[in-house]
């Protein structure tokens, strides 16, 4: 991997790390409103299929390992075993996602964006609520009242500034050199 690759890619996730604090809880559900989502989308559409993904995992590493990155300054496998663990573990497949359907279309432009980081959200809420169903031991209704429909709102907001950002910081690090145009 190179030294541009690397740096790029640990940037990642740290900027996860960092967004995953920016948390509003909610007193109807363990899930909070958080910024976390925004890097997941942003890697995906910057980095490479290989490299996006391995900047959530380690991120989910870390946390896994029990330093404190993930929401509310928490760590620890029993974080990913909880009820938001299927939202992180979500991760480095929404990362793989949005970089997978940029890939096919060929392209990393505002309107490519907009499907990409769909298909990467609805990875999430499916991963999150089957894992919160589970883990919860509720039905997948309400699992979906629980930690979907309230956000749905406040997600596609992220996605929307997500499709703005992503070209915006794609030129320019292509100008400045630090990745290649695609």
Same mark, same amino acid.
């Given at each position: 991997?190179?030294?541009?690759?690397?740096?790029?890619?640990?940037?990642?996730?740290?900027?996860?790390?960092?967004?995953?604090?920016?948390?509003?809880? *909610? #007193?109807?559900? &363990? /899930?909070? =409103? %958080? *910024? #976390?989502?925004? &890097? /997941?989308? =942003? %890697?995906?559409?910057?980095? &490479?299929?290989?490299?996006?993904?391995?900047?959530?995992?380690?991120?989910?590493?870390i946390g896994a390992a029990g330093l404190p990155v993930f929401a509310g300054f928490r760590g620890g496998p029993g974080v990913l075993f909880g009820p938001t663990g299927g939202f992180l573990i979500a991760y480095p497949?929404?990362?793989f996602?949005?970089?997978?359907?940029?890939?096919?279309?060929?392209?990393?432009?505002?309107?490519s964006c907009i499907p990409a980081m769909l298909a990467a959200l609805t990875a999430c809420y499916l991963c999150g609520s089957v894992f919160y169903m589970f883990v919860g031991h509720v039905s997948w209704l309400k699992s979906l009242s629980v930690t979907v429909?309230?956000?749905?709102?406040?997600?596609?907001?992220?996605v929307a500034a997500s499709v703005l950002l992503a070209p915006a910081i794609n030129k320019a690090l292509i100008k400045s050199r630090l990745i290649q145009n695609v």
């Open positions: 991997m190179k030294t541009k690759q690397l740096t790029l890619t640990a940037l990642f996730t740290a900027l996860t790390i960092v967004f995953a604090q920016l948390i509003l809880p *909610l #007193s109807f559900t &363990p /899930v909070p =409103l %958080s *910024l #976390s989502l925004l &890097p /997941v989308y =942003l %890697s995906g559409a910057i980095l &490479p299929k290989r490299h996006a993904v391995y900047s959530q995992l380690v991120y989910l590493l497949m929404m990362a996602l949005t970089a997978w359907v940029l890939e096919i279309l060929q392209k990393k432009t505002l309107l429909f309230p956000f749905i709102a406040f997600d596609l907001m992220k």
